[in-house]
């Protein structure tokens, strides 16, 4: 299925009003203190938190009156149905089924909205009153494909989408079990089943990993065990204080809360994450892309004995092999990166966020890195980052270049020194720039996009230095 997720964000910390559409690659730039990290916060929380949000309207009624209006028959008929015959078919009505993705999604973006904000950035609700997210879906659903549920060890529910045809079927390895369902369960299966189906085209965990590396990786993959030993000192702190004072769980609960868990959603995820590199299952490791990384990063990271290690490349006389607290901070920045690498093979379509990716590469690495996200691109994968680099829109802009046509292509690509998979295609693009408390979305033409919040900046430096160096020459002359 094709679909154009645009969203809406109000009063969501200094953004009054922005509009935010998703594409292959999505890159936000602006100022300091702009709302560009509240606006990618919001949008990995709302994500993330998709399943839930679909599971808690799982008894919509729009959802059932949709049934109705499509099968003519309630959900407690269609049960009887499946259960009679294994099998129910109904007509294809698209134009329905994106009424019901709109009234669906308006619902579950007001749950987000009344609570998901302050547990994002884990604030108080009041911080968030008036803060709300909606989401704008347009699709074009496929003519083929389902998706189904295994109920238990002997029955699955399957809906399928096969021409003009929607089929519910229930299948069986022992039918006289069947006699065995509790009544109502069915119907249950056949609304997360049918609400899945339709979902399935959100670029959510649904499809594949979301991950996101937050402005703060850096110090994340460096004192998380830190992190963890003080959390744990917490904990018997507070043990010792309910057996010594009687203080009941539910204060000893919020005190360790207070004291453990201020930290937004996504540096939280984040830490959890490099919490768990160590037992991570990377039998499908992404070669290609960790040797990408690795090329900037001037060598490998691995597991020995439950501790991250970074091991040099071998170039030149003298390589290393250290644990990860003495690399660079370089290599504490694309920790949690080179693993999220190892398992992005066969896993759907996953969902990259990089908060400022230029955070402690130099200028050349900037460039490289900037080509390794026109491979993850490439590859499958959706990315999205906030940047300050006008290096690496200067480079997404020669990617979009080569991704036109032109003479001596190929000829050109090896002189440059670039790859097959360095380039990026116009159409899968966004890009805004975050100012005046909205985003704007920027023009993009065959030669790239035009961020004129860089050009000016550019521009203003280069004027002084121009005044700076004419009057330096004037000096030398009258001497």
Not at 350 to 364: G, K, R, V, Y
Request: aromatic fraction near 10%; hydrophobic fraction near 35%.
């Amino acid at each position: 299925m094709k679909t154009d997720l645009k969203f809406h964000f109000s009063n969501v910390g200094p953004v009054d009003n922005a509009k935010l559409e998703l594409g292959d690659l999505t890159v936000i730039a602006g100022r300091n203190n702009t709302g560009k990290t509240y606006l990618v916060y919001t949008l990995y929380g709302f994500l993330k938190e998709f399943r839930n949000l679909k599971s808690a309207i799982i008894n919509s009624p729009a959802l059932e009156a949709h049934l109705l209006e499509t099968t003519s028959l309630t959900v407690s008929e269609i049960e009887e149905k499946l259960l009679e015959k294994g099998r129910l078919e109904w007509e294809n009505d698209e134009d329905a089924l994106a009424r019901l993705h709109a009234q669906l999604l308006q619902e579950m973006c007001r749950r987000f909205s009344e609570t998901g904000f302050s547990d994002v950035f884990n604030t108080s609700s009041d911080f968030f009153k008036d803060a709300a997210l909606r989401v704008d879906l347009n699709s074009a659903f496929s003519r083929k494909g389902g998706i189904g549920f295994q109920i238990d060890r002997s029955i699955s529910l399957w809906c399928h989408f096969e021409g003009e045809k929607i089929i519910l079927e229930l299948n069986r390895r022992e039918p006289e079990r069947l006699v065995e369902v509790e009544p109502g369960e069915i119907s249950k299966w056949v609304k997360y089943t049918y609400l899945d189906s339709i979902f399935q085209v959100l670029y959510t965990p649904l499809g594949g990993p979301i991950h996101i590396l937050p402005s703060s990786r850096h110090s994340i993959s460096l004192f998380f065990r830190e992190l963890d030993r003080a959390r744990s000192q917490v904990v018997r702190s507070l043990q010792q204080m309910k057996d010594d004072h009687g203080e009941d769980s539910h204060r000893i609960s919020e005190l360790l809360r207070q004291q453990t868990s201020r930290y937004p959603l996504p540096v939280q995820d984040n830490i959890d994450f490099v919490r768990e590199m160590s037992v991570l299952d990377l039998d499908t490791e992404n070669e290609e892309l960790q040797s990408s990384l690795e090329n900037i990063i001037g060598g490998r990271l691995e597991v020995q004995d439950d501790e991250v290690r970074f091991i040099s490349s071998k170039s030149g006389a003298r390589t290393f092999d250290i644990p990860l607290h003495l690399a660079s901070s370089s290599v504490w920045e694309m920790t949690s990166l080179f693993f999220f690498l190892g398992l992005l093979e066969g896993r759907g379509n996953p969902f990259l966020i990089i908060d400022e990716p230029e955070s402690h590469l130099d200028t050349a690495n900037q460039i490289q890195f900037t080509r390794l996200l026109a491979r993850l691109v490439n590859a499958g994968t959706k990315v999205l980052i906030t940047t300050h680099s006008d290096y690496i829109i200067k480079e997404i802009n020669n990617l979009i270049m080569l991704g036109n046509s032109f003479a001596d292509k190929e000829e050109t690509i090896r002189y440059l020194g670039y790859q097959r998979d360095d380039y990026l295609n116009l159409d899968s693009v966004r890009a805004y720039v975050a100012e005046n408390k909205t985003l704007s979305p920027c023009p993009k033409d065959k030669y790239g996009i035009d961020f004129p919040l860089f050009d000016k900046t550019i521009d203003d430096i280069n004027r002084v230095s121009d005044d700076l160096y004419a009057r330096l020459n004037e000096v030398q002359e009258e001497a």
